[in-house]
């Protein structure tokens, strides 16, 4: 059969025909035709002319079959064979065949919810076949034309394609199509040659009025929901792709890209260039949770490099005052490696992104009972198979309104192992600095962290300016370390301290319902002292003692505030494993308010339930003077009431905390005491005389403490 009609050999299948043929001089004739091939089923009419060669004649016909893969893949190479639908099919078709060339009159087919239309002619004189015609194609949906592709991936809804096909062997072109989509329009030139077509030519453009509803979900980037246009030409193979022209824009931003990259032997950057601005960052959409602003922006790279090693140079991003620059270095030494360098003399991010507000969470019974660490692994096992060496200094960083200065951070990874040389950096009035390993061991990773602040703000997002500006200041010495895979077991094994002190200032009453929950908040109204005229808290002295050994964290001896209202005293632990909490709060009011403990409901409570959930009881089954005074003074369950009085009243309640506080860490570790008066300076505090210097003579005769200059008495 396919030596008659010039074809090149057909693949071994079952072939079945039937039908009533008739013979004269001019032609052969056969009517009722029945054909099976494989199971692809076949009734026509035919007219073969006599007497030509190759042969000449009229077709009509119609064919049917229930899986289109299985019937054309035989004629198609492995990569074109898997991308055909395994579907049922029908097809009908009326053609004519005059010296080796079959005219298409009409042809269509079904796929699925698809239909197709071809009208051309099809060469099929040695050597070779080959294919020119118009081609439509119209469906319900993308994803039940296309095997193999996952949904979500196509744009969902109806669509339809126009233009001329091209098909030989090796070669397959689609040009001057245009294929209309739910939200976008394509059109251009394609052309794919090859073994298995892996060689692909594009000149391609595209345009839509929302890129928002076209992209999937996406929790690093959500585009915004702006009319779009977009054009490319280039090559791509399984070597790599060249972009000989490429363009995009999104609302008002403008984008170009130029350049070749190579996928195989080695990845590698030749001449590579992009370049973008516009006229609001908004316009570029959300990243992550970040929602930009109005602000107009440029962006500029270009990169370059061979199979051991591309550098990405000139990295510029601009807004305004802002700037941005760096470079990012990557290679292959035998082991990939990455070296980033970023560096700004300015990064207001206020204007380039919107702040979010986060509400807190209700610790009341409807919040969420998730845990707070999940045992599901960390990806730390992304940390052995590359290299790297980062480098970032910011002169001038700006953030919800507070202001830092030479920021710097600089950080190894080698062998899985990382090493936070050194992340500091100046506040407005105040220093932090941050050191940290984290390496591999047999029962998981080990993190060993050292944090120090001095004069540092402890505030939420939502402070005014003024209100920052009166906020007490801390001093901060931590020192962590942890081993696990996972949240879950870092917490549980966490050992280290961490101290807390904090200076005089005036803090708003949002900020002590942060801190010590609606509690606080109740009994401030109780007190009732001038909340309305005032709605700053003037604080006199604050601090948190913990010490932490194998995920069980302890106040050591506790954690105190006082205002100029009142006096909380707080103790308690937390499982870090169980995430379970305990702690009690004890308060009093001070002299000459005319109020007592007796005028509150309840003036002991307790913060129970877990880190997901925590809770906050009354228990006004207790005495004054138990649980936390017992907890305070190491071991005492029953404290007498003048006792207690005394720790209350006295204006030294933060100096007594204080010394409990070195005393208890001195015997667990010490090495490893922080320097109470260097800290306590460090609060923002007048400055603490030298330890062998007599204190300073108070304006009464009296000696004067600098814990007394701490507690602001």
């Excluded at 090859?194 to 030519?201: E, N, Q």
């Excluded at 700037?323 to 070296?339: I, K, S, T, Y």
């Excluded at 307790?606 to 936390?628: C, F, K, Y």
């Amino acid at each position: 059969m396919a030596a008659l009609f010039g074809l090149p050999a057909l693949p071994r299948t079952r072939l079945q025909l039937g039908g009533v043929a008739a013979l004269d001089a001019q032609q052969i004739r056969l009517d009722e035709l029945q054909a099976m091939l494989g199971d692809a089923g076949f009734n026509g009419t035919a007219r073969i002319d006599r007497g030509s060669r190759p042969a000449g004649g009229r077709f009509q016909g119609e064919v049917r079959g229930p899986d289109l893969a299985a019937t054309l893949g035989p004629l198609l190479p492995e990569a074109g064979r898997r991308r055909l639908p395994r579907r049922p099919f029908s097809a009908t078709a009326s053609l004519q065949l005059v010296d080796g060339v079959l005219d298409i009159a009409s042809a269509q087919a079904s796929v699925g919810g698809s239909e197709a239309t071809l009208v051309g002619r099809m060469d099929l004189r040695p050597p070779d076949i080959a294919l020119d015609g118009r081609l439509s194609l119209r469906g319900d949906s993308l994803e039940s034309l296309l095997d193999g592709s996952d949904p979500g991936q196509l744009p969902a809804g109806p669509f339809q394609l126009n233009g001329r096909l091209r098909w030989a062997p090796g070669a397959v072109h689609l040009d001057d199509f245009d294929l209309a989509m739910s939200h976008v329009a394509l059109g251009g030139s394609v052309g794919l040659t090859g073994d298995g077509f892996a060689r692909v030519a594009f000149d391609l453009h595209a345009r839509g009025e929302d890129l928002a509803a076209l992209v999937p979900e996406n929790p690093l980037y959500a585009p915004a929901a702006l009319p779009f246009r977009f054009a490319a030409r280039g090559a791509a193979d399984a070597a790599g792709v060249a972009f000989d022209r490429c363009e995009a824009r999104l609302g008002a931003a403008r984008a170009t890209l130029a350049g070749k990259l190579r996928f195989a032997p080695a990845f590698a950057v030749e001449g590579f260039r992009l370049e973008g601005s516009g006229e609001r960052l908004s316009d570029l959409g959300r990243l992550g949770q970040w929602q930009l602003t109005d602000r107009p922006f440029e962006v500029s790279a270009s990169a370059q490099g061979d199979a051991a090693e591309q550098l990405i140079e000139t990295l510029r991003f601009a807004s305004g005052a802002n700037a941005l620059l760096g470079r990012l270095h990557l290679g292959d030494r035998g082991r990939p490696f990455v070296d980033v360098a970023l560096e700004s003399p300015r990064l207001d991010l206020d204007e380039i992104r919107v702040p979010v507000r986060h509400e807190r969470r209700s610790s009341g019974p409807a919040a969420d009972p998730d845990r707070v660490f999940s045992r599901e692994p960390l990806p730390f096992h992304l940390l052995d198979r590359f290299d790297a060496q980062v480098s970032v200094r910011i002169d001038d960083l700006i953030s919800h309104d507070r202001r830092w200065r030479n920021l710097v951070a600089e950080a190894t990874l080698n062998d899985g192992i990382v090493e936070l040389r050194r992340v500091q950096v100046d506040a407005a009035r105040g220093k932090a600095s941050l050191r940290g390993r984290l390496e591999p061991t047999p029962a998981g990773r080990h993190v060993v962290l050292e944090l120090n602040a001095s004069e540092a703000m402890i505030a939420l997002e939502e402070m005014t300016a003024e209100e920052l500006d009166q906020l007490p200041r801390h001093a901060v010495d931590a020192r962590l370390s942890a081993t696990g895979d996972s949240p879950h077991a870092l917490a549980s094994s966490l050992d280290g301290y961490v101290w807390i002190i904090g200076g005089q200032g005036r803090s708003p009453r949002v900020d002590l319902d942060a801190l010590v929950g609606d509690f606080l908040t109740q009994l401030l109204k109780a007190i009732g002292v001038a909340e309305e005229k005032d709605p700053l808290v003037r604080i006199d002295c604050q601090a948190i003692f913990a010490e932490i050994e194998q995920g069980r964290v302890r106040t050591s001896p506790a954690i105190v505030l006082r205002t100029e209202h009142v006096v909380a005293l707080a103790a308690g632990e937390i499982d870090m494993a169980s995430e379970k909490l305990d702690f009690t709060f004890e308060t009093t009011p001070l002299k000459g308010l005319g109020v007592s403990v007796s005028d509150f409901v309840s003036p002991f409570t307790r913060l129970t339930g877990t880190l997901g959930a925590p809770q906050i009881v009354l228990d006004p089954t207790r005495r004054p003077g138990e649980s936390v005074a017992a907890l305070v003074t190491a071991g005492l369950t029953v404290v007498v009431k003048g006792i207690w009085k005394s720790w209350f009243g006295s204006r030294k309640v933060c100096e007594k905390i204080a010394a409990k506080a070195v005393e208890q860490r001195s015997r667990r570790d010490p090495d490893r005491v922080p320097d109470l008066e260097e800290m306590i300076s460090n609060a923002g505090g007048p400055e603490a005389p030298h330890a062998d210097r007599p204190a300073r003579p108070r304006e009464d005769g009296g000696s004067r403490s600098i814990l007394d200059d701490y507690e602001g008495g």
